[in-house]
């Protein structure tokens, strides 16, 4: 099925519509964050403009401001960027470890798949969450407080993404590998074997491309659960003040007590930010699960 | 039950245990600083004599692999998981042990309130599907699925501590509080326990409805199903006594898989509300880099989800005879 196609019949069905418009918000907001509020605001800018601390919802300030004097409409609409850029490398990284492990064990079978296999249930099994604390901070530890950026994302954030990736994957490769299952028994990878083609080759040209429609709608899925994941994270300390997501934001206003202190303002708009991704790609995800499955299509 | 299940099930339950004290054991060898000085960080006083002990104990005067291996996983095994490094001279056992029972009872009752509302919601709003309650269930259900735990506590705080002052907002107990009965104790503890119990609870019951609910309609066009129905039998015993029975099966397992990720709900759960269980111990060993505390945290939490993904797929061979093979 062509892409283009495949986002006209999205389009037709109301979770998919829905879906597909929420995502399409975000995703400008967090292109062009600058346009939008301007640059984002540190301590300083709040101090140097004279802004009120902890302040409600008014003209000016549509969204309040926090107890560092900072914009809160500024910091959503910046965090937006950080936090959808995150789950966004976080689910390639996911996506790709998923793929390669699931054909792999998949086409080539025997003692390789039963090993492949073995580690994926553990994966599946485990609080993945536990150890993605414990990997974030080991690993920070090991490269050091270092402020260093990569394409504009700070090191601490990298580290998260990474984390994130290799604790996430067990999922996708237990789909992919069941699709290539299917596959390998088919009558066009026998016949490329007939002709001679490698293992590589069969992976590559014929199994790969049939999967890259369970690829699509899985990636959606494993993106709402990166946004969660990194969202927690964050929440418990392990975002990066200087880059704040959303979860960030969230640690912020419960580090000051903003619920016991009435002030709803500083955690309820990127709150709502993060239900909303989550649940537009939780409704993206079942609806091209829908139409891309075909034992799911079956039974409509 | 047939006996190669069991000892199929059994032998996977304990290399998955073993894989965990390796990455244990890998990721206390990663740590930054040489092993039997990160061991007796947490301990005042050290002596040559017990650091060369300490050595000696963990084999770390030999091979990397296996033996080291070997001392590490006998270490684990005797439940000797080292010292926190914060908590002086306390082991990780005794800092592990001080924190489970809040999150017991925290964790045991909101799964318990969410199994009965969150199946019951599913399985009415499945079989009455499009029906009024199907629609605002199965929205609601998604909106408490994409929503992050500690997000819905920190509204419940707001509305009903914050707002209503009907629920004290942080602790298990009023702090520095004399009771003069047990009593009086016991409704202190209720009260703090509300909100964080109603947060678990709320978190959970979206997964569980809408697994529930796909059940009972895949269930509903089974053959039997339609048989029933065609015996006459009224629809409510249509669905207590032949639908529900059957597409009960997947949700057993949703619950024990969906253990590992119900821990970070967890964890972050009790940072909202202050909850003195292991979540806070996370976040306070987090923070300190209390390394062996977060690695204790771990295996405790990890083997406890092992096992009871063991227990369901025992529970689930109980009920359904065809997975016995």
Known sequence: ????????????????????????????????????????????????????????????????????????LN???????????????????????????????????????????????????IPTFVLAIILTSIIRDMIGS?????????????????????????STARIIRSQTLSLKERAFVDRARVIGAGGGHIMNRHILPNVVNLIVANAVLVFAGAVLT??????????????????????SSREIGAPSLGAWWYFVPPGACIVLVVFAFTLLGSALDEMLNPRRRARQ | MGSAYLVRRLASAAITILLIVFINFLLFRAMPGSPERIILRGVPNVTLERLEATRERW????????????????????????????????TVGEVLAQRIWPTIILFGL?????????????????????????FVGNGVSLILYSAPYFLLGMILLLIFATNLGWFPTFGMLTAGATYSSPVDRLVDFLAHLALPLATVALGLIGQYAIVMRSSIIETSSDDYVTTARGMGLTDGRVLRHHALPNAMLPTVTLVAINLGYVVAGAITVEVVFNWPGLGTLTVEALTARDYPVLQGVFLLLSVSVVLANLGADMVYGVLDPRVRT
């Open chain 1, 230 to 251: 990194e969202t927690t994270l964050s929440f418990i300390g392990l975002g990066d003040p200087l880059q704040p997501s959303w979860g960030q934001i969230l640690e």
């Open chain 2, 110 to 134: 909101g799964e318990l309130v969410a199994i009965v509302v969150g199946l019951a919601l599913g399985a009415y709003s499945g079989w009455r599907r499009g029906g009024p309650v199907d």
């Open chain 2, 59 to 90: 084999g770390l005067n030999d091979p990397l692999f296996p033996d080291q291996f070997v001392s590490f996983l006998q270490a684990t095994a005797s439940g000797d998981l080292g010292f926190s490094f914060v908590a002086r001279g306390q």
């Open chain 1, 146 to 170: 270092a402020s260093r950026e990569i394409l504009g994302i700070r090191m601490t954030l990298i580290v998260i993404i990474i984390v994130i990736g290799i604790t996430s994957w067990a």
């Open chain 1, 1 to 72: 099925m062509r892409l283009g196609g495949l986002i006209r019949r999205l389009l037709r069905r109301p979770d998919g519509f829905a879906g597909l418009c929420i995502l399409v918000f975000f995703s400008v907001i967090a292109l062009v964050p600058d346009l939008l509020v301007g640059p984002l605001q540190t301590p300083v800018t709040g101090l140097e403009n004279g802004y009120p601390r902890l302040a409600p919802p008014s003209f000016q300030f549509p969204l309040g401001t926090d107890e560092l004097r900072r914009d809160m």
């Open chain 1, 75 to 125: 910091l959503t609409v910046h965090g937006a960027r950080v936090s959808m850029v995150i789950g966004l490398l976080a689910t390639v990284i996911t996506v790709v470890i998923g793929v390669i492990v699931g054909v792999v064990s998949g086409f080539i079978g025997g003692r390789t798949d039963g090993v492949l296999m073995r580690i994926t249930d553990f994966f599946l099994v």
